[in-house]
């Protein structure tokens, strides 16, 4: 049988995830062909904004690559536009003069952003934010230029300007309407995300109307319909979007704000459909995925001519991390004279939650701080649930998972959505564990994909998988690969490293197929790590792999500027030292000049531009408290002034700082050393804890002072300051050669469990090996600020090279 001619004119979310449903019901039945505007493969827009705040890169938000493309034989045309369709030969041509036919015919052009008609809208500095293009152009103005304006306090406008901010921008946020994000938000939740924003160093002027964009050739400042003024370098719109229908309209399908469809996504001309942002159904064009998924599935049944099921529209929810604040928003939640609402605020942890009751129904809620409930509620407003079915206010209470009571996934019918930007169900998270074998959260995100748009939904994705596995869920997970980019684990990567002599990032990846050409921040900056501590002597550390602060050495702050922390060995200073520091912070107008608990100066509110000359003049080396390395070495006083100290901390402080210090390890390394059991330095809480008693010193490890407060355990006695030195350095290079990237030693200990260390570590011989190889690692290591102070090229590598998020 002849393989009808499916075509679709755009190669966005909706319009790829219907190609997708297609092929799950028959792979067989249609010859697919799609056209792209833009030159890249399917991505996730929703995360558009990580791109910009460097984040991730194109790749990490990539949904399908061009493998998927091959492996599904789907002819894919990019960087092409369709220019006209004709409906009578049922044929399409694009702007470069290609003629395709078709059987069936889907549009899913999208939307396209909206420009406000200003005088001034076509200077240079001006952008919308809506593709990979956008975000191109915004981190490169945010090189030169320094401040931005955004128009727009919705969504879109929030994430541009968070983004800017992580870029080094000034931002002003302005915002036509009293409060801010006023579509998913009701004024409280808005209120109390204006303040958290407002002190991440965003600048909101609300109320205002842009009335010109003001300069020359380029941008230089907005002027507003009351008369006043700001400047900025760069102006952003993210005043909304408009379904992109223009294509339709020239070729004869019927629209209105949107291109017509009924509920089996028909337009008006036989063997054309729309889904997505593009359509509008029962006069409602929807923006936000889960609908354009739901259409997707429609219309790939209604193609195989499978059922009649209707698309009926959408209960329309959002659930969001705006700029590191949950929020959850569904349905109408701005309520009538006759609805009643619940509200609880808790001032102190800064939740507030409302539910909008009508006819004892929720019709509407609103989360902020503690979205939870979100699941929940959202399943009672489309099962229409009477309220008097629920305990009184306990969902919006938040003790849906209190004692006694089910957790939400063992309460969830098997066709309850878990994963509603992709419309992925309990039921089919479920039947894909069983029937495909999966063990671990990362295999039923890359099988399912649920979880894998926004993200909001990864917790109960996690929770469901422990459910259905029982008990030998933890189990699998402790063994899962390190990223979804890959199967392989972290000890089988390093051992393939070492067996085939792997030298490179891409050489790896290509080697151990990846599933993804360029990785992920997952697995870059770990492989960059296994490869140099397989190869300390060969491996050029790739630049392009380290996190944005391991890069920069220097912290990212909330506002875009970067704190600096130089060393003090031991937390001891000097006079010279303390002088320069005092100039530096002088100099460049540091706003705070602060001590850390590692008894360093921080000196935190640094521009980026001037790292170079600040540390070039402050003529110390780097803390590292920005990477993950060997931190600060902690001391008290010691016996050399302290009338308790049985040992001299401050010098073996000194000592095993200077010997250890930028040693890359696993995840950040803080240690101590106290010269006696009073513990004045805290040793009992770091990573290798040191404290003197009478005869000798104690060495604790596996300590952690952070969110997961752990005390150290007691690995050794030992009597000199050089067995001292050796044992740290045995410790050092067996959690580097054996701990997985981004793993605390609190966990590392807890993982191959104290014992089992204490058993390698206690040969003499072992120990003399390990600190053999962690001295060809030392030798290796130099103060990355020597080389770039006075190289400009350097500088610019540092700065630009690939952007991976800050943790």
Not at 366 to 384: F, H, R
Not at 566 to 579: D, F, H, K
Not at 632 to 657: A, H, P, W, Y
Not at 762 to 788: F, G, Y
Request: hydrophobic fraction near 35%.
């Amino acid at each position: 049988m002849k393989k009808k001619k499916l075509v679709l004119i755009g190669n966005g979310m909706a319009g790829v995830r219907c190609i997708e449903e297609v092929i799950k019901l028959n792979p067989n039945q249609f010859e697919i062909t799609v056209i792209g505007e833009e030159p890249h493969p399917n991505y996730n827009r929703i995360l558009l904004s990580t791109v910009l705040a460097g984040d991730t890169s194109l790749e990490d938000i990539t949904i399908n690559d061009w493998q998927w493309y091959k492996e599904n034989n789907i002819e894919l045309f990019t960087g092409q536009k369709v220019q006209e369709i004709n409906t009578a030969t049922k044929s399409v041509i694009t702007d470069k003069f290609i003629e395709i036919n078709y059987d069936e015919l889907i549009i899913a052009t999208g939307s396209v952003p909206f420009i406000l008609p200003l005088p001034g809208a076509d200077k240079e500095g001006v952008t919308a934010f809506r593709d990979i293009k956008d975000c191109e152009r915004m981190i490169n103005a945010s090189k030169n230029y320094k401040k931005a304006a955004v128009i727009g306090g919705g969504l879109l406008g929030l994430e541009a300007a968070r983004g800017l901010l992580n870029l080094g921008m000034e931002v002003d946020v302005i915002h036509i309407e009293k409060y801010l994000m006023e579509r998913q938000l009701d004024p409280k939740a808005s209120k109390l995300l204006e303040e958290e924003l407002t002190k991440q160093g965003m600048n909101f002027l609300l109320e205002k109307q842009t009335k010109e964009i003001i300069g020359g050739d380029r941008v230089e400042g907005l002027r507003f319909a009351d008369g006043t003024e700001i400047t900025a370098d760069l102006v952003v719109m993210a005043v909304g979007i408009r379904p992109n229908v223009e294509l339709a309209k020239i070729s004869g399908i019927e629209t209105n704000r949107g291109i017509v469809v009924n509920d089996y996504m028909q337009t008006s001309i036989p063997h054309v459909y729309a889904v997505g942002e593009c359509a509008e159904h029962r006069e409602v064009a929807y923006g936000l995925v889960a609908p354009l998924y739901e259409q997707g599935q429609v219309l790939a049944n209604k193609l195989h001519e499978l059922d009649d099921k209707k698309y009926e529209g959408s209960v329309v929810s959002t659930k969001l991390k705006v700029s590191g604040v949950d929020v959850f928003s569904a349905g109408e939640f701005q309520e009538d004279v006759n609805d009643k609402s619940m509200q609880i605020y808790d001032e102190y942890n800064n939740i507030y939650k409302k539910v909008v009751i009508r006819d004892s129904k929720v019709v509407g809620a609103v989360l902020y701080g503690d979205i939870n409930d979100g699941t929940k509620l959202l399943q009672m407003m489309q099962k229409q649930t009477l309220i008097s079915e629920m305990a009184p206010l306990s969902f919006v209470q938040g003790q849906s998972n209190g004692s006694g009571e089910q957790s939400i996934v063992a309460s969830m019918e098997m066709d309850d959505q878990v994963c509603g930007c992709n419309g992925i169900t309990k039921g089919m998270i479920v039947e894909a564990i069983k029937s495909n074998g999966l063990s671990s959260v990362s295999e039923v995100k890359s099988c399912t994909k649920a979880g894998t748009s926004c993200g909001g939904c990864s917790p109960l994705v996690s929770e469901l998988v422990k459910e259905t596995l029982g008990e030998s869920f933890e189990e699998t997970e402790q063994i899962q690969s390190i990223c979804e980019c890959t199967s392989l684990s972290r000890d089988e990567i390093v051992e393939n490293i070492r067996m085939m002599g792997l030298t490179h990032i891409r050489e790896v990846m290509n080697v151990l197929g990846w599933q993804s050409d360029e990785g992920c921040s997952k697995c870059r900056p770990a492989i960059n790590y296994y490869l140099g501590m397989v190869h300390p002597t060969e491996y050029v550390d790739e630049l392009e792999s380290r996190f944005v602060n391991e890069r920069m050495h220097a912290n990212i702050q909330k506002d875009g500027t970067y704190s600096v922390v130089p060393r003090m060995y031991g937390g001891v200073t000097n006079a010279e030292e303390l002088r320069r520091i005092a100039d530096v912070a002088e100099k460049y107008e540091v706003p705070m000049v602060k001590l850390t608990g590692g008894q360093r100066i921080d000196l935190l509110g640094i521009k980026k531009e001037d790292l170079p000359k600040v540390w070039e003049e402050l003529d110390m080396p780097s803390g590292y408290a920005y990477g993950k390395a060997i931190r600060t070495v902690k001391t008290c006083v010691g016996s050399e002034f302290c009338r308790f100290g049985t040992q001299n901390s401050t010098q073996m402080g000194i000592d095993l700082e200077k010997k250890f210090e930028r040693l890359n390890t696993p995840a950040k390394v803080k240690m101590s050393v106290s010269a006696c059991p009073r513990n004045c330095a805290e040793s009992a809480i770091k990573d290798i804890g040191i404290v003197g008693v009478s005869d000798g010193w104690e060495l604790y490890i596996g300590g952690n002072g952070g969110t997961n407060l752990r005390a150290g355990d007691l690995l050794c006695k030992v009597k000199t300051a050089d067995e001292v030195i050796q044992w740290s350095g045995a410790i050092l290079q067996y959690y580097r050669e054996t701990g997985e990237y981004g793993e605390r030693t609190s966990a590392w200990v807890e993982r191959v469990g104290l014992t089992a260390i204490g058993d390698v570590l206690a040969s003499e011989e072992v120990r003399s090996s390990l600190n053999e190889r962690i001295e060809v690692a030392l030798a290796t290591l130099k103060d990355p600020w020597k080389d770039v102070v006075n190289d400009e090229d350097k500088q610019h590598k540092l700065y630009n090279s690939y952007s991976l998020t800050t943790v």
